[in-house]
């Protein structure tokens, strides 16, 4: 029987807090009826979603009443079709990784999550029990219909708790078929910080440069009369900015406009 290395005694860290505060600001909340909160610990999400939408909490410990007790290292799962399901640092501690996302994949279109990736981190605590990098747990996903809508660095959203040597990553899994419950606006965001990012790796690193950027984006974007060739321009210009993961199969889109502005 595989042992769980989540023990009820772990303290539940404010980092932990900032972390869901960050997934949260994924999601447009008033487009979403439902809510599965996988490891749900001490309910913090509950606090941080409108009351009228449907909460289920699933956790291998009932920190709270309403907690629904669920073993997901003994193969259980708590079915229900949601909207969104919302993992925050539990892919860590599943012994079978593919079992326990194909089980999501049944109750969900859109999967927000966290992870800590193989790529991105050498020396793993004991206590995770799995160690996937980028391409193989995304392969997972994509066999299954659904492709990565977002993926990130924790430590762009400025999180002075995971230093830059060990960070972990959050992340969009959609099937494509809600993507109105995507909040682009703010993933748009974090795109234009990459960019800023890397013109303050080069020579001409200024803050005169930056705004100068950020007024031309804005101003020739806006103003192109046709949305879609004002798309392709922005998309071609974060595309030659940032870059993709180059991998057997296209599940990054690194940029998607519907609904948004910078």
């Known amino acids: 029987m595989n042992e769980n290395t989540w023990k009820i005694d772990f303290e539940y860290l404010k980092s932990f807090e900032y972390r869901i505060d960050n997934m949260v600001s994924l999601i447009n909340l008033n487009e979403v009826n439902s809510i599965m909160d996988l490891g ?3 309910q913090t999400l509950r606090r941080k979603i409108p009351k009228d939408i449907e909460y289920i909490p699933c956790d291998i410990y009932k920190h709270v009443d309403s907690t629904i007790i669920v073993d997901f290292n003994k193969g259980e799962f708590y079915n229900k079709k949601v909207d969104v399901v919302f993992c925050s640092g539990i892919f860590e501690y599943i012994y079978d990784l593919e079992q326990f996302i ?17 790529n991105d981190i050498e020396n793993r605590p004991d206590i995770w ?6 391409t193989d747990f995304f392969k997972i996903w994509h066999e299954l219909g659904f492709t990565c809508a977002f993926l990130d660095k924790f430590n762009y959203f400025n999180n002075i708790f995971q230093d830059y040597e060990s960070y972990e990553r959050i992340f969009i899994i959609t099937d494509n078929t809600k993507n109105n419950i995507i909040n ?17 790796d080069t020579e001409i690193s200024n803050l005169k440069t930056i705004n100068i950027l950020e007024k031309l984006i804005d101003s020739i974007a806006w ?13 071609k210009f974060f595309d030659n900015f940032i870059g993709g993961v180059n991998i057997s199969f296209n599940f990054i889109n690194s940029l998607n406009f519907r609904n948004c502005q910078l």
């Open 40 to 42: 749900a610990g001490h």
């Open 102 to 118: 194909k089980n999501i994949s049944k109750n969900t279109n859109i999967l927000i999550g966290s992870y800590h990736f193989k």
């Open 129 to 134: 029990v799995n160690s996937y990098n980028i």
């Open 184 to 200: 682009y606006s703010v993933i748009n965001k974090v795109l234009l910080q990459k960019i800023y990012q890397k013109i303050e």
């Open 223 to 235: 103003w192109i009369p046709i949305k879609k060739w004002r798309d392709n321009f922005r998309n």
